[in-house]
């Protein structure tokens, strides 16, 4: 069972940045592909970014493409959501999420999730 632990949500004006932080516990971290998912109320979880299990590999959704990174460190078992420019429509709870399979934009092919982190980002 991996547990994850996200950190670094908050408030933060239009166009500033955040750093979000996702700690793994399991010692075959380096093992997982890593996800950033969020979620607003009456909407699905939505795909923000993944990484291999190397970090060689990033994807972006597209609302987020040239703004957010995901870059990750295996020696600290963290992976991070580089966040810059935020806008209004970034306002949600974050999740991170690892998976045995690949670093795919489907929720359903994570395998462990961490609580989620709010970020609110004023206009």
């Known amino acids: 069972q991996v547990q994850l632990v996200e950190s670094g949500g908050g408030v933060v004006q239009a166009g500033g940045s955040l750093r979000l932080s996702c700690v793994g516990s399991?010692?075959?971290?380096?093992?997982?592909?890593m996800g950033w998912f969020r979620q607003t109320p009456d909407h699905e979880r939505e795909f923000v970014a993944a990484?291999?299990?190397?970090?060689?590999?990033?994807y972006y959704a597209d609302s987020v493409k040239g703004r957010f990174t995901i870059p990750r460190d295996n020696t600290k078992n963290t992976v991070y959501l580089q966040m810059n420019s935020l806008k209004p429509e970034d306002t949600a709870v974050y999740y991170c999420?690892?998976?045995?399979?690949?670093?795919?934009?489907?929720?359903?092919?994570?395998?462990?999730w961490g609580q989620g982190t709010q970020v609110t980002v004023s206009s």
């Open positions: 990484c291999s299990w190397s970090g060689g590999s990033t």
């Open positions: 999420a690892a998976s045995n399979r690949g670093p795919y934009s489907d929720y359903r092919e994570y395998d462990w």
């Open positions: 399991d010692r075959f971290f380096s093992d997982y592909a």
